[in-house]
């Protein structure tokens, strides 16, 4: 049977278009429960028991409640579907999680294209009367199909579907009546109120808001039809708010109509945003924008104060262009005031879901009911939230997760919800899975679904696989890898063979993952949403399950293993004659670590063929590197460390900077050869739908603060090219050997991150990667653990008609919205790795009080930030006492980044060396830092 429905949509351009879709209706679209007696019951999911509806606000508005197990035996309607996921993409996708999870009865019927269950459009019906029309007709057709042994009922909050669902018979119920009736107080909490419902006065219990709580707290938002005209004019302005991290009530929000960051002092101005959000911005008149000469270190204690002003406390927090000048009354050269301004209007919301604890608070007389609470987030950019528990003596000692709901302008504290305990404060493990949480990091196990599509084990390469007319088999080649210690995912291994012509043959063999990996499988799906293995301190959260990652493509030593292979030979000077491609078979002769690899070749006594091979191979790479430099590639530091963990308990033991040998640089010089070599290949065959990886140009305003810093030292840094740079980061030596790492590592801040992009969307010029002076790069040596390389893998073996292009590579959109999430998840996974590092140190140094030299490396008001060497750990030191305003007895000289006591008895100066101790405390509950303080 062909039907169609006439609808209207709002072009990218903003007219009106009207559409007609023809449907074909159908007769075999059945109801997924068991006990039905006329449909086809092979997939039905659904059992005897009630079944439940929702229509589209409760599934948008009570997603975590619905995962909770509790919650099941559901028909998700494909009208509400639709409906979701245009609202909410998020949501949607948590939601079709649930339907394809086998342990839950979470049952997809198409009511659209059902016969009896199609709903034709009426003449100026509004959408959100159409829907609610087609979820009654859809609940009615299901309780007239299964009868009165299967209770059907619809869950519903809206007040008019709600009235005309009873009055055509239909069993309807909301969701909070619908949650009270089962009986479990737990699930209670887990409901998100009505914004209308979000005010209460049981809040005295918690907000001191005194007797004029109720009146208006926050400017009203704008209209987005408002918004939208004042961006047009002019009048606001647009972009991403960003909270200082270190300090909750001061934000940035990067705005290119005015080619400059707008500063956003105090909760006030900052009108209910959330970092993240995108937001419209209004000017405040210029006598009332602020100098930054004032800005301080971030006290924890100061967070109950609205008015304070803290400093950036590293380069993400900082506008790019701040000017930072004395705090002394005596300047002569007035500082030039930034753009400030307020939030007039949230376009764009960025609220998930949070980690934290409940603020402490007595328990209220009697149980059972309802209390108010106030909830503490990890993130300190993250306001405190308010929510609403009967479960408050069980919460108290926890790590919980609380989602925000609203934020009413007559409230101080947005309004939340709690979705679920992770664990007791300071149990390691549930503070490991914030970090996981807090990151977005997926780190449930593989679905059966996922694991189905890896070979069984045990697994070895077969005759077919060494004969294949594809495959070189390279098996007779000496190839080795080089590793970190105990490296178990090893994506790459080498080979350098000296040839009779004085040339070498050098080889880099990477992981034939793709041969595994087939593109639309559940395997494959789960890796592009993964993205990348996450490397915490005492764990890693793998991309692809690990048979795959450890054993199967792993290219372990003296076994054979499937090696996607770039070979190129080479003169003795390192000058490519030329490049081959190809897939192989290859048996790694060894995995060594670094040092090992290192040990090899420092020992002159050694002489056998693998440390022959590594040292032509680390000559090469010394000439490769130099070669680079010599273009203009950068010679960046980072403040990376290492810890040796306790095989038993898991603890730190030991704390360290991360060393880099000449064998490090050897793998990482010809894995950085392998990859200018793909990309070169993979853009000349598919020029519009490459994966490359780009390393934009930094601008003056970001390279700012290392000039300030660099000039304060007597160094005259030159960054007109990353040539001129490289050569002045080459002259900037101290008195001391650490001077020059550390302007590096100050020089390495100021720089954007490389991000993943299609070749498609941006012109050649833009392709290039500034850190690595290369007009073209890509990943291809790590698809064990990058989900990028994988895409780029399939790329080359498309360019070399070994495998048919997949259909993604047509669909420039589509490829568009896979490097943003290659870029999200990257990011998402350095700063879980980092928050990694500062839990793991704050164990170590708990029970381990330690004195020992710091570097100041930023001058504040009231004191300075310091860098610790021998533990990578940066942190700040007070020289001012709580509550005293600006620098007190202190004064920054700005020219000479120093500060100063006003009777120059003391001056401390930006790069100097500090004795400083360092201690674990806890200013506020369930917050413990590493305080450093002064000798």
């Known amino acids: 049977m062909l039907q169609s429905n006439t609808f209207s949509r709002k072009t990218k351009g903003g007219r009106i278009k009207k559409e007609v879709r023809e449907i074909y209706l159908r007769d075999d679209i059945y109801c997924g429960a068991t006990a039905c007696k006329t449909c086809d019951t092979s997939r039905a999911r659904l059992d005897a028991s009630a079944i439940l509806i929702f229509d589209t606000n409760v599934l948008l508005h009570q997603i975590d409640l619905l995962e909770n197990p509790a919650i099941d035996n559901v028909v998700l309607l494909s009208v509400v ?155 606001y302005h647009q972009g991403k708010l960003r909270v200082n991290r270190y300090n909750p009530f001061e934000a940035y929000v990067g705005s290119e109509s005015i080619g400059d960051e707008i500063i956003i002092h105090g909760r006030q101005n900052m009108n209910r945003s959330f970092d993240g959000d995108i937001v419209a911005v209004e000017l405040l008149p210029q006598d009332e924008w602020r100098e930054e000469k004032n800005l301080s270190i971030a006290d924890e204690e100061d967070e109950e104060e609205d008015d304070v002003h803290l400093a950036p406390s590293s380069a993400d927090d900082a506008p790019r262009t701040t000017n930072l000048v004395s705090g002394s009354a005596t300047e002569t050269n007035p500082t030039p005031c930034r753009p ?55 919460l108290l000692d926890k790590r919980i997760i609380v989602a925000v709901d609203s934020w009413d302008r007559q409230s101080r504290y947005p309004s939340g919800h709690y979705v679920r305990v992770i664990g007791e404060i300071g149990d390691r493990d549930t503070e490991s899975e914030v970090v996981l949480i807090e990151n977005d990091i997926n780190s449930r196990p593989f679905s059966a679904q996922v694991l189905a599509c890896l070979p069984p084990l045990p697994w070895s390469v077969s005759s077919e696989d060494v004969t294949n007319s594809i495959r070189l088999d390279l098996r007779s080649l000496q190839v080795f890898s080089v590793d970190p210690p105990g490296c178990k995912d090893i994506d790459d291994a080498l080979h350098c063979t000296a040839l009779s012509n004085g040339n070498y043959e050098v080889g880099v063999h990477i992981a034939d993952v793709t041969n595994f990996v087939h593109p639309g499988s559940p395997l494959d799906d789960e890796a592009s949403q993964r993205g990348t293995s996450v490397y915490l301190v005492e764990r890693r959260i793998d991309m692809l399950p690990k048979p795959l990652t450890e054993d199967i493509c792993s290219l372990r030593a003296d076994v054979e293993r499937l090696a996607f292979s770039v070979i190129w030979e080479m003169t003795s000077e390192a000058e490519i004659i030329s490049t081959r491609f190809t897939k192989s078979v290859i048996k790694s002769c060894a995995a060594l670590s670094y040092v090992e ?248 140094f708990r029970k381990r009080p330690t004195d020992t030299e710091a570097r100041i490396v930023k001058i504040r008001s009231n004191g300075f930030i310091v860098f610790v060497p021998k533990y990578g750990i940066e942190g700040p030191v007070y020289l001012t006492t709580r509550g005293e305003k600006g620098g007190g007895e202190w004064f920054v000289d700005e020219p000479q980044q120093r500060i100063v006591k006003m009777d120059n008895s003391l001056i401390y100066s930006v790069l100097q060396t500090v004795r400083i101790h360092m201690e674990v405390v806890e200013p506020q509950p369930n917050r413990p830092k590493l305080q450093l303080t002064l000798i």
């Not at 909830?375 to 003596?393: A, G, H, N, Y």
Request: hydrophobic share 40%; with cysteine; aromatic share 6%.
């Open 81 to 235: 579907l639709d409906e979701v996921k245009n609202k909410n993409m998020a949501v949607y996708n948590r939601i079709r999680a649930l339907s394809t999870n086998p342990l839950r009865k979470f049952y997809v019927f198409s009511n659209q294209f059902h016969k009896d269950t199609f709903v034709k459009r009426m003449d100026g019906e509004t959408p959100n009367d159409y829907n609610d029309r087609a979820i009654r007709v859809a609940s009615r057709w299901y309780q007239t199909h299964l009868g009165p042994a299967t209770p059907v009922l619809l869950i519903t909050n809206d007040r008019e579907n709600k009235r005309r669902a009873v009055e055509e018979g239909i069993s309807t119920d909301t969701i909070q009546s619908y949650v009270k009736s089962l009986g479990q107080p737990e699930l209670l909490d887990l409901l998100v109120h009505p914004a209308s419902e979000s005010e209460d006065v049981a809040m005295e219990q918690v907000e001191d808001l005194r007797p004029s709580k109720r009146q208006v707290v926050y400017q009203e938002h704008k209209p987005m039809s408002e918004i939208t005209l004042g961006l047009h004019r002019g009048i």
């Open 597 to 844: 690899a290192q040990a090899r070749m420092d020992d002159s006594r050694l002489m056998d063929p693998l440390t022959t091979d590594l040292r032509n191979m680390n000559a090469l790479a010394k000439i490769m590197r130099q070669r680079r430099i010599d273009r203009g590639a950068l010679t960046l530091a980072s403040a990376e460390v290492k810890f040796q963990i306790d095989t038993e308990t898991h603890d730190p033991l030991d704390i360290g900077m991360y060393q880099i040998r000449e064998a490090n640089q050897m793998v990482e010089e010809f894995m950085l050869a392998a990859n200018v070599s793909v990309a070169k290949k993979i853009y000349d065959c598919f020029p519009l739908c490459s994966l490359l990886r780009r390393h934009p140009t930094p601008t003056r305003e970001m390279l700012e603060p290392l000039l300030c810093t660099a000039a304060a030292v007597g160094l005259d840094l030159d960054v007109s090219s990353s040539k001129a740079l490289a050569d002045s980061l080459d002259r900037a030596v101290g008195d001391d050997p650490y001077f020059n790492k550390l302007i590096r590592i100050l020089a390495t801040r100021c720089m954007t991150q490389a991000v993943y992009f299609c070749s498609g969307d941006l012109s050649p010029p833009e392709y290039h990667h500034y850190g690595l002076a290369a007009p073209m790069y890509t990943h291809f040596t790590s698809p064990i653990r990058r989900y990028a390389d994988v895409i780029v893998h399939r790329l080359l073996a498309a360019s070399l008609m070994i495998e048919k292009l997949p259909s993604v590579f047509q669909d420039r959109t589509q490829l568009a919205s896979i490097a943003d999430n290659l870029n999200y998840r990257h990011r998402n996974a350095q700063m879980a790795s980092r928050a990694s590092v500062e839990l793991h140190t704050l164990i170590y």
């Open 340 to 394: 400030s301004g307020r939030v007039v209007g949230i376009i764009k919301r960025n609220w998930h879901s949070y980690c934290g604890s409940l603020e402490p608070m007595r328990m209220p007389a009697g149980t059972g009911s309802f209390t108010s609470a106030l909830f503490v987030s990890k993130d300190r950019r993250i306001p405190k939230i308010r929510i609403q528990t009967r479960q408050l003596e069980n």
